[in-house]
């Protein structure tokens, strides 16, 4: 991670040091270094009590559904020009949740997926009426 200042960019490059003389030098540096590590710390405590709750799969929802507003909102706010690398990408991303929430839990989303089966078929069949022979005969069933 490089911080960008007036006075130039610390770094990697051995100039930890440097950050300490600049934050001396700007006192209002720490009031807003605490903020920021206290709005983390309790994002991290919403993330893990929801975890705790409504365990990963609603997680994940939330925390992805919250990155893909801010990228809409920064659309939105800072004018940049939209092209479909950001579709094709964002597809790309969307997918892999896919497969990466498909891959955890395949016998809770099949399972899932039959019980919601059986109970459209358990409406469909309460309000349909049967189907005469000649029904079935043109319907071939």
């Not at 994940?60 to 507003?69: A, H, I, P, S």
């Amino acid at each position: 991670a490089v911080v960008s200042t007036q006075s130039g960019h610390y770094g990697r490059g051995g100039q930890f040091l440097s950050s300490f003389k600049y934050a001396s030098q700007h006192h209002d540096i720490y009031p807003l270094a605490m903020i920021y590590a206290t709005v983390g710390y309790l994002g991290v405590q919403f993330v893990l009590a929801l975890i705790k709750s409504s365990g990963v799969l609603i997680t994940t929802f939330v925390t992805t559904t919250r990155k893909v507003l801010t990228v809409v909102l920064s659309f939105i706010f800072f004018t940049k020009p939209f092209t479909f690398q950001y579709v094709w990408s964002g597809s790309l991303v969307f997918l892999g949740i896919c497969i990466s929430i498909w891959k955890r839990n395949r016998i809770a989303i099949l399972y899932n997926l039959s019980n919601a089966i059986r109970g459209v078929q358990a409406f469909v069949g309460a309000h349909s009426t049967p189907l005469s022979k000649l029904d079935r005969t043109v319907l071939q069933v």
